[in-house]
């Protein structure tokens, strides 16, 4: 037990981290598995790629524009995470 937390464990941590905002930045995109689950019952499931469908389909292109420049920034700073966890351990 003791290998594990502290040789194990320690040199695990940043594919762990890394993991974890990969998984964050994949599901941010996630349309399909959301609607087909939770549906789109309005009101109840408000996440990102359902409102901007439903923005698009009522012809409300601003906020469609605004959550998806929310969702573009998310992907982008969990990716430039990725990449300043890269540099810090691995060089």
């Known amino acids: 037990l003791e290998t594990l937390f502290r040789v194990i464990l320690p040199?695990?941590?940043a594919s762990i981290l890394v993991g974890?905002?990969?998984?964050?930045a994949h599901t941010l995109g996630e349309?399909?598995?959301v609607l087909m689950v939770g549906g789109n019952i309005e009101g109840k499931t408000r996440v990102a790629s359902?409102?901007?469908?439903n923005?698009?389909?009522?012809?409300?292109y601003a906020t469609?524009?605004?959550?998806?420049?929310?969702l573009l920034s998310l992907s982008?700073?969990?990716?430039?995470?990725?990449y300043i966890i890269n540099r810090r351990w691995v060089l």
Request: aromatic share 18%; no cysteine; proline share 0%.
């Open 11 to 13: 040199n695990m941590k």
């Open 76 to 82: 982008f700073l969990s990716l430039l995470t990725l």
């Open 50 to 53: 359902i409102v901007i469908y």
């Open 31 to 33: 349309f399909g598995v």
């Open 64 to 70: 469609a524009h605004l959550y998806s420049l929310l």
């Open 55 to 60: 923005a698009v389909e009522s012809i409300d």
């Open 20 to 24: 974890f905002v990969l998984h964050f």
